[in-house]
């Protein structure tokens, strides 16, 4: 049942990705008016069948802003995720061929970024480079990269153990690469926003989902329309890419994709009990002679996460939790 679910929402997620971006990428078939163009005659007008959604209070149509808006969001959150795919991508291919020390290091930077410091860095990068879509992505990509390291890592010690079949083992890995994707989408996609809303994303007149909630906030007893369709358009857009990577991270977790693979358990951290979790081929590999991993209590075995990173160790089913081996990283 949890497979046939899993599946199901797996492909409803991957549609509604798919029309989103088909409907950023035709925006211009989709709309009537130009995003941009003012009209003050029209401004803080309500819905109407010449305006559905209304127009802002420079007189723009609110329908036209959020089709563009989603491609600039949509857009910053891919090209953001394409950057930290490429950078945690590298530092994790060399954590995992490489073991011993360059291992923990890059295990230990991928810690400390995501322990806090990179929300910093956003703040102390984006005023630096200026504020614009581009620059934004840039910033954004240094959040992602930390998830990225543990995932990537976690696929070149799956692909190098030997206990089933290369396609089989290639299959796993790649639905992990693309889970982590496409909730890393969405994560910039809100991210961006944050910082569209705060005035040091996107600058005006580029339609953001983010800059527009923030621009009618004074409008928001008056006309409402100004915050609720932007809002609205915002959760409606981040919802697909969640579906689409929480479904796949749950697919590759089901019993089914058990069948003659490795043994030791991803486990049950997207489900919040490792314990309780089915085992599961997935990053289950041996550890890189001289990582840090190697002193592991007999019968455990490393398993990255795909989508958490405070859990790093997981027992598997039938070997009791060694507390001591799971209080540190090294």
Known sequence: MAKKISTIGTIAGAV?????????CFAD???NHDPIEMSIADRLSPPSSTYPFGTDNMGRDIQTRIVYGL???IGVGALAALMALIVGGMLGVAAGLLGGMTNKAVVCLARFLAAGPGVLLVFVVLPAIGFSSFNSAIAISILLVPSFIHVIRGVVLFLSDTG?????RALKALGAV?????????????????????????QPPTPELGAMFAAGREFFRTATHLVTYPGLALFVSVIPFHLLGGSLNRL???????EAAPTGPI????TGSPQAAPPSPFFSAPA???SSFTSASPGSQFSPDASSLGSHYVPTQDSPVDSSSQSSFF
Do not use: C, H, Q
């Open 164 to 168: 089933s079949s290369e396609d089989k």
């Open 267 to 270: 486990g049950g951290i997207l």
């Open 71 to 73: 491609r600039t969001n």
């Open 178 to 202: 693309a889970a982590r994707i496409s909730s890393s989408v969405a994560l910039a996609m809100l991210v961006m926003a944050g910082l569209g809303y705060l005035g040091i994303g996107a």
């Open 16 to 24: 509604l990705v798919l029309l989103l971006i088909l409907a950023a």
């Open 288 to 290: 890189p002679s001289g």
């Open 29 to 31: 078939a989709l709309t």
């Open 252 to 258: 590759l977790l089901a019993k089914g994709y058990d």
